[in-house]
């Protein structure tokens, strides 16, 4: 993804021109053509394709990887960069998990509808298994 999206914003000054990227990975190719975007990365690699197609002609081919085709190499080496760096994602940036959340946001009504005198009821929340980030890592509450 991060290949794609430093390709894209390298042809912004492109115009009327014939552009195909090709890329090794079908999970990024996936993730652009998905209608839900959950990553940050994943959002601005769209917003970058979009402005580079006002006035170009942009195509996506997925190639196999380790095929020899040209710039391949430096697409596996930009991937690399991304994999060493911070992770950008749908995960919560003050890292509270969502069971957390949950309890706290429940003893909160509880206290507030005790104190004013009202009865409030939150519907259960169903929690999303945590997921390890990509550096192996799983994010926790306090």
């Not at 990975?25 to 652009?32: D, E, G």
């Not at 994999?83 to 069971?99: K, L």
Request: with cysteine; aromatic share 4%; proline share 6%.
């Amino acid at each position: 993804m991060y290949a794609i999206l430093t390709c894209a914003n390298s042809l912004q000054s492109e115009q009327n021109a014939s552009i195909a990227m090709c890329s090794d990975s079908q999970a990024a190719l996936k993730a652009l053509q998905s209608a839900k975007t959950t990553s940050s990365l994943v959002a601005e690699t769209k917003s970058a394709l979009k402005r580079l197609s006002i006035f170009n002609s942009v195509r996506l081919l997925w190639v196999p990887g380790h095929s020899n085709i040209p710039g391949n190499e430096v697409a596996d080496v930009l991937a690399k960069q991304a994999a060493t760096s911070a992770f950008v994602g749908p995960e919560s940036a003050i890292g509270i998990n969502t069971a957390t959340v949950s309890t706290e946001t429940r003893r909160w009504a509880n206290t507030a509808s005790t104190s004013l005198g009202v009865s409030c009821r939150l519907p259960p929340v169903q929690t999303i298994p945590q997921r390890p980030r990509q550096d192996g890592t799983i994010c926790t509450g306090p």
